[in-house]
Each structure stands twice: as structure tokens, then as C-alpha cells.
């Protein structure tokens, strides 16, 4: 099997990180490949985020915690989060982000660091608190989240991956 076909069948997801901080170098790497993610008619409507600051990550786990309705951390303990936002006013916007959050996830795999989706970007970030946040980042309110890539060290062996359901492929 080729690296990459190897890359998108062993990645999984990581539930439980390390406080060891992706070096910069690697993260820079898969940054890139989300800079490089196909969009509709190329016009790269996505901007990424990057939090390593501690503080500012837990501000945002706990905002994340309060659209599901309680107090976790959302964020596992991950030192990195990548935060995806889409323009809105693009047709393919939600489409357009969440190919960036694929390739940053696989790209971060074939590099040895872990990642995970966490979902609820979008209601995170129209909030107040999430607004303003964006305003201090320079972003406008025609973004919306599309999700959180979480990123670092696992510390805990890889999840083994779950069954492949029948019928996934139908061949017309």
C-alpha cells in the first residue's frame, strides 16, 4: 500500500493528549496542507486559526463545553487547536473547510502527531464572546466556524479502527 493510502486508512482520531507541544517546524507542515485543500472554483475562502496560548484554549473549550451543555473539556488536553472558518458568503464554504480539516488531520498523521474534529465551531463563534474573539483575530462576521482541529501527542495507543459497515460502496 502506498504512504498515502496508508496515511488515510490508519489515521484515527485521539481522545487524550500529552502536554508536549507540536514543534513548530512540523506544525508549519500541516498548515500547509490545509493551506493547499482543493476549494470550489479555487477561490480559498478559508481561514485557519492557530491557538497554542493555554489560556485562550481553555476559553475556548469552555465555550465548546457550554453548546453541548456542560463542563468537559471538549479539547482533551490537546496543546494545539486549529480553528477552521469558512466565508460565508461562498456556496461551498462548509465543503471548502471541512477539506481543510481533512487534509490538516491526515497531513498531521504522516507526520506523527494526532489530531481529532471537535465539532461546534460554527455556535461557538456566534456567540458575543466568540465574535469578539474573532474581531480581535481580524475576522469579519461573514465567517463562520467550521470546526476545531485539535492537535499533539496522544497518550494513549491509537484507537483500532471500527469495522467498515456493509453497503459503504454501491457500485452503479
Request: net charge neutral.
Amino acid at each position: 500500500m502506498n504512504e498515502t493510502l496508508k496515511v488515510l486508512t490508519e489515521r484515527r482520531s485521539v481522545r487524550s493528549y500529552k502536554d508536549a507541544q507540536v514543534p513548530e517546524e512540523t506544525l508549519q507542515q500541516i498548515l500547509t496542507a490545509g493551506e493547499y485543500a482543493p476549494s470550489g472554483m479555487g477561490m480559498q475562502p478559508v481561514v485557519m486559526a492557530v491557538v497554542q496560548d493555554k489560556e485562550t484554549i481553555r476559553q475556548l473549550s469552555r465555550m465548546n463545553a457550554a453548546v453541548m451543555g456542560n463542563d468537559s473539556d471538549p479539547f482533551y488536553g490537546a496543546p494545539t487547536v486549529v480553528v477552521v472558518f469558512a466565508d460565508s458568503r461562498r456556496g461551498t464554504c462548509v465543503e471548502d473547510g471541512s477539506l481543510v480539516m481533512g487534509n490538516l488531520m491526515n497531513a498531521a498523521f504522516s507526520l506523527g502527531v494526532d489530531s481529532c474534529w471537535i465539532h461546534r465551531a460554527r455556535e461557538v463563534f456566534q456567540t458575543e464572546e466568540g465574535k469578539a474573539l474573532m474581531k480581535k483575530w481580524g475576522l469579519g462576521e461573514e465567517y463562520i466556524g467550521i470546526g476545531n482541529c485539535i492537535l499533539g501527542y496522544g497518550d494513549k495507543p491509537l484507537p483500532q479502527a471500527k469495522p467498515r459497515k456493509e453497503g459503504f460502496v454501491i457500485r452503479a
